[in-house]
């Protein structure tokens, strides 16, 4: 996907993209940190192929190796991990979701001291902003 990503999405002057399994931390040695200049991570689309003992495993090992960097990545409740499943399902493709936090703020920040500040957007208002409006079945199932 990273070729892919950078043929169509050119990366900026700080930016970096990595190609790895996540299960695996090398990957941290092919990142340039100077906690002075601070680092952020964002995996959108990929903590949901996890189980939320491999996420957990993956976002301590990072507050360790990066000290005070930011982590963006998305995840839905339990309710709609089925969802996903169900719309995959339909679709004929056989891959699985695991991954789901009910209570992201006080389930992440238990995993580690080192996680703090947890902020929580839903989809509809934490990213489409201006004039459109939802109907009240659109932000249940939001």
Same mark, same amino acid.
């Given at each position: 996907m990273i070729p892919l990503r950078e043929k169509h999405?050119?990366?900026g002057n700080l930016e970096q993209n990595v190609s790895c399994d996540l299960n695996d931390f090398s990957w941290f040695d092919q990142i340039d940190f100077r906690r002075s200049d601070g680092i952020v991570f964002t !995996?959108?689309?990929?903590?949901?192929?996890? #189980?939320? !003992?491999? %996420?957990? *495993? /993956?976002l301590c090992a990072m507050t360790e190796r990066f000290p005070g960097g930011m !982590?963006?990545?998305?995840? %839905? =409740?339990?309710?709609?991990? *089925?969802?996903?499943n169900a719309e995959v399902k339909m679709a004929g493709n056989k891959t699985k979701s695991f991954f789901s936090l009910e209570k992201p703020k006080e389930e992440l920040e238990r995993w580690?001291?080192?996680?703090? =500040? %947890?902020? #929580? *957007? =839903?989809?509809?208002?934490?990213? /489409?902003?201006?004039?459109w409006r939802k109907s009240i079945v659109t932000g249940i199932f939001a």
């Open positions: 999405i050119p990366l !995996a959108g689309g990929q903590s949901y192929y996890f #189980e939320k !003992a491999q %996420v957990r *495993r /993956l !982590a963006t990545f998305d995840a %839905v =409740n339990a309710v709609g991990l *089925r969802g996903v580690s001291d080192c996680i703090v =500040n %947890v902020a #929580e *957007r =839903n989809y509809i208002d934490g990213y /489409l902003k201006g004039g």
